[in-house]
């Protein structure tokens, strides 16, 4: 292709693209509801483990694989969606894992075996990697550039509703209509998402030119290797103690179905709170707040584990526990912008990819641990996970920071050309 032919597709691409208006909003609101909807079904089985494991006759440990199953498709998928659908309108790709979202619930919810039940999971773990791969460049394409911020706080708020609801909704209706039940309630909320995609995303053509080769170049930017490091130990011990969290409070708290729900819906809603308390604090203070996360949090591991036998502890405890979990994403998501601002599609697969893995991994060990010895051996790996989470976090700052003072050090007469050092910051 000469340059003249690479101007005109250009040109043909940039005609072809969508402009942004007030009317996309309505899309962006589609997508936080895809999102929401896909956070609930993903998570579902945290609160539902117990009835899973004994209808289909396996340990609550090989439930809890129902989360690493669909991490591990969301990884896989993540990693080959951008050159998969290469060429494809993203508004045809959208209502494509829409439908997906709708089979994985229907075969969930009918599973007559783990075989299924497991491939379902597997399903809804391919759209999970399809839609937040693409989500941010997405948003970047429906709204102009000074209302991103705004409407990625929107997607991250369908992720916190979601959060909210999912556990204590779903533990509420497999009390009344069975587990089988809770997970059916997927398919109409898909439905309802189709449709809206359907009403309100204009055709958004592939952007052809978007950067060749895999999402591991981004891999090449100095602050970005021990950032995806730091994240996926961040979201490894979150989710080996928070897979198992309701056999330890049935165990060890011994808190009725009841309670369990409404210690759930606690954890929620002190979610939802910190992803708008995030939002105030992220300016100038992400370093400082994906530092402290991860300590907090392993510091809320070990108090669980010495006053787990207190409904009152626990529940407080546990609050704490949602209000940083649930912010961690915005943070997260809002360090990449910085770190890779003119490679979105590429940095939201890798992250997406890494943040899968890292859930998968921490079901699967913690599953392992908590079969092999109990609640305190998963709990201790995510301690130590978390820790090291906040470790390379530091190390990664310091490492960027150090790299752009070089980088200055080489052009003082010039700062433009200077690397930001706020992309960690």
Not at 14 to 39: M, Q
Not at 338 to 345: G, S, V
């Amino acid at each position: 292709m000469n340059a003249n032919e690479a101007g005109a597709e250009g040109a043909t691409f940039a005609a072809e693209a969508i402009a942004p208006t007030r009317h996309s909003w309505g899309a962006v609101f589609a997508l936080s509801l895809c999102s929401a909807t896909l956070v609930a079904s993903e998570f579902m089985p945290v609160s539902l483990l117990t009835p899973i494991a004994s209808d289909l006759r396996i340990t609550e440990g090989h439930a809890g694989q129902a989360i690493a199953v669909s991490g591990l498709f969301a990884l896989l998928t993540s990693l080959v969606i951008s050159t998969v659908t290469r060429g494809i309108d993203r508004r045809t790709v959208l209502l494509t894992l829409t439908v997906l979202m709708m089979v994985s619930g229907a075969m969930v919810a009918f599973a007559p075996n783990a075989a299924v039940f497991m491939a379902g999971r597997a399903l809804v773990g391919v759209v999970i990697g399809g839609f937040w791969s693409m989500s941010a460049a997405i948003v970047m394409r429906l709204v102009p550039k000074d209302g991103v911020p705004r409407a990625l706080g929107l997607l991250n708020g369908g992720n916190a509703l979601a959060t909210t609801v999912a556990a204590p909704f779903g533990s509420f209706l497999g009390q009344y209509i069975g587990w089988r039940g809770a997970f059916f309630s997927v398919v109409p909320l898909g439905a309802l998402t189709f449709a809206w995609f359907l009403a309100s995303l204009p055709r958004m053509p592939a952007d052809w030119t978007t950067r060749g080769g895999t999402v591991f170049r981004v891999l090449r930017r100095p602050q970005v290797p021990l950032g995806m490091l730091a994240v996926s130990l961040f979201f490894l011990g979150q989710f080996a103690l928070y897979t198992y969290l309701r056999p330890f409070l049935e165990t060890v708290t011994r808190v009725d179905v009841s309670t369990l729900s409404l210690i759930l819906l606690v954890i929620g809603g002190a979610g939802v709170l910190g992803t708008y308390l995030i939002g105030l604090l992220l300016t100038n203070r992400l370093h400082s707040l994906l530092v402290a996360m991860p300590v907090a949090m392993a510091a809320i591991a070990v108090a669980l584990m010495t006053v787990g036998g207190s409904v009152p502890a626990v529940a407080v405890l546990l609050a704490g526990w949602g209000l940083i979990g649930t912010a961690a994403p915005v943070a997260w998501w809002t360090w990449l912008s910085k770190a890779l601002p003119d490679d979105a599609e590429a940095g939201g697969g890798l992250m997406v990819a890494v943040v899968q893995l890292a859930i998968a991994l921490g079901a699967t060990f913690g599953g392992l641990l908590y079969d092999a010895g109990g609640y305190r051996s998963t709990f201790s790996l995510s301690i130590v996970a978390l820790g090291a989470s906040a470790l390379v976090t530091v190390l990664a700052w310091r490492r960027h920071a150090r790299s752009a003072g070089d980088a200055a050090a080489r052009v003082p007469t010039d700062s433009s050309t200077a690397p930001s050092i706020r992309s960690f910051h």
